[in-house]
T-cell receptor
Framework: AQTVTQSQPEMSVQEAETVTLSCTYDTSESNYYLFWYKQPPSRQMILVIR??????QNATENRFSVNFQKAAKSFSLKISDSQLGDTAMYFC?????????????FGTGTLLAVQP | ETGVTQSPTHLIKTRGQQVTLRCSSQSGHNTVSWYQQALGQGPQFIFQ???????GRGNFPPRFSGLQFPNYSSELNVNALELDDSALYLC????????????????FGEGSWLTVV
């Protein structure tokens, strides 16, 4: 069974600074995808970034980038130039690429507060 | 805006009652999944519907059931409500049921808050 662990329940960062959120996962699969989702107070899950396990290059989306360490089963999210609108709950999620469904397995989340 | 709409947004039910939650998937999406998110937790997969058939199920009892209609909208039904069923229920839609490297992004609705008293 796959598991996703986020060991930082809460984090705080000053506006314009950089912050890194941690995520580790456990799987015996070789084909999988990893995601970071943002959940603001509106509660709607918004995809931040996606990483395919077979790609060695770390994914980037504007101010968001990941550090994907496959051997260590680590998948951290770096947010550069933090903005007040980045304040939200961030979830790391795993998807088995060979599964019969596209179900996501989520971690418990990290609450990020961006301070002015 | 993800194009996934859920109703109702909030509701309160009494233990033992039944509830139906509704979801309209994004246009062109034939796959709908439901997740339960308890307070302070990450979402947990309940089940997935693909072209009107249940295509996979998480670790939830049979009193959690669902439907998908020809227009790919979906319902989640929960019978014999228990206090622990109090949670945010999220609907997610995608173009297809299978994982893929691109083009099959999962879009979530804003959820239905269920409180069981």
């Amino acid at each position: 069974a796959q598991t996703v662990t986020q060991s930082q329940p809460e984090m705080s960062v000053q506006e314009a600074e950089t912050v890194t959120l941690s995520c580790t996962y456990d799987t015996s699969e070789s084909n999988y995808y990893l995601f970071w989702y943002k959940q603001p107070p509106s509660r709607q899950m918004i995809l931040v970034i996606r990483q395919e396990a077979y790609k060695q290059q770390n994914a980037t989306e504007n101010r968001f980038s990941v550090n994907f360490q496959k051997a260590a089963k680590s998948f951290s999210l770096k947010i550069s130039d933090s903005q007040l609108g980045d304040t939200a709950m961030y979830f790391c999620a795993f998807m088995n690429g060979g599964g019969a469904t596209n179900k996501l397995i989520f971690g418990t989340g990290t609450l990020l507060a961006v301070q002015p | 805006e993800t194009g996934v709409t859920q109703s109702p947004t909030h509701l309160i039910k009494t233990r033992g009652q039944q509830v139906t939650l509704r979801c309209s998937s994004q246009s062109g999406h034939n796959t709908v999944s439901w997740y339960q998110q308890a307070l302070g937790q990450g979402p947990q997969f309940i089940f997935q519907y693909y072209r009107e058939e249940e295509n996979g199920r998480g670790n939830f009892p049979p009193r959690f059931s669902g439907l998908q209609f020809p227009n790919y909208s979906s319902e989640l039904n929960v019978n014999a409500l228990e206090l622990d069923d109090s949670a945010l229920y999220l609907c997610a839609s995608s173009k297809d049921r299978l994982p893929s490297s691109s083009g099959n992004t999962i879009y979530f609705g804003e959820g239905s808050w269920l409180t069981v008293v």
